[in-house]
Nanobody
Framework: QVQLVESGGGLVQAGGSLRLSCAAS????????AAWFRQAPEKEREFVISNGGSTYYADSVKGRFTISRDNAKNTVYLQMNSLKPEDTAVYYC???????????????????WGQGTQVTVSS
């Protein structure tokens, strides 16, 4: 069984940066397709970024957010720069196996989910 634990959320002013972490246990994360999704109050969960053999970005975060991996720590990161108030949401890490060349952008493809971490961007 794989467990994902996010951390790094918080309150930041518009234009600021945050880095979210997603630590995996139970299985090697480097073999997984990983993604971040987010959900704002009263909105559907939406795709942010995914990584497998390639990386896909939501249009709303392109040029501002990046995803990276530290295989030694079995951790995936979401670096968020130039944050905007509309980025305010609970951010979720997700994964499925194996690591695919074209990482899915739909929540239903993902088997494992973290508990979420709140990101609030003030104007």
């Amino acid at each position: 069984q794989v467990q994902l634990v996010e951390s790094g959320g918080g309150l930041v002013q518009a234009g600021g940066s945050l880095r979210l972490s997603c630590a995996a246990s139970g299985r090697t994360f480097s073999s997984a397709t990983a993604a971040w999704f987010r959900q704002a109050p009263e909105k559907e969960r939406e795709f942010v970024i995914s990584n497998g053999g390639s990386t896909y970005y939501a249009d709303s975060v392109k040029g501002r957010f990046t995803i990276s991996r530290d295989n030694a720590k079995n951790t995936v990161y979401l670096q968020m720069n130039s944050l905007k108030p509309e980025d305010t949401a609970v951010y979720y890490c997700a994964a499925y196996y194996p690591r695919t060349a074209r990482p899915s952008t739909t929540p239903n493809a993902y088997t494992y989910w973290g508990q979420g971490t709140q990101v609030t961007v003030s104007s």
